[in-house]
């Protein structure tokens, strides 16, 4: 079975930094793309930023030159470095993997975690 949990998040004042990870365990044999995405307060959730396997990374427009995504295949944890934070990247964040375990291919969800930042 496959597990995928979220760590960091919390409170932040503007322009500081939060560093969020996101581990997958369980019997893996391979993990494919992993992303991070959130969810603010009545809107739609929404792609921050993804990886490859190989390390090919992509943004939203928004968070282009203050997050950073990355990942570590020998740990299957995948992070987001949150620099310059804005009262707008409030909302929930959430990881997700596309993960080839004992039991197929899927794509699995981490718990999202509360990120706030205030002004």
């Known amino acids: 079975q496959v597990q995928v949990v979220v760590s960091g998040g919390g409170l932040v004042q503007l322009g500081r930094s939060l560093r969020l990870s996101c581990a997958a365990s369980?019997?893996?044999?391979?993990?494919?793309?992993m992303g991070w995405h959130r969810q603010a307060p009545g809107k739609q959730r929404e792609l921050v930023a993804a990886i490859t396997r190989g390390g090919n990374t992509n943004y939203a427009d928004s968070v282009k030159g203050r997050f950073t995504i990355s990942r570590d295949n020998a740990k299957n944890t995948v992070y987001l470095q949150m620099n310059s934070l804005k009262p707008e990247d409030t909302a929930v964040y959430y990881c997700n993997a596309d993960i080839h375990s004992a039991t197929g291919r899927g794509v699995y969800w981490g718990q999202g975690t509360q990120v706030t930042v205030s002004s």
């Open positions: 369980g019997s893996i044999f391979l993990i494919n793309a």
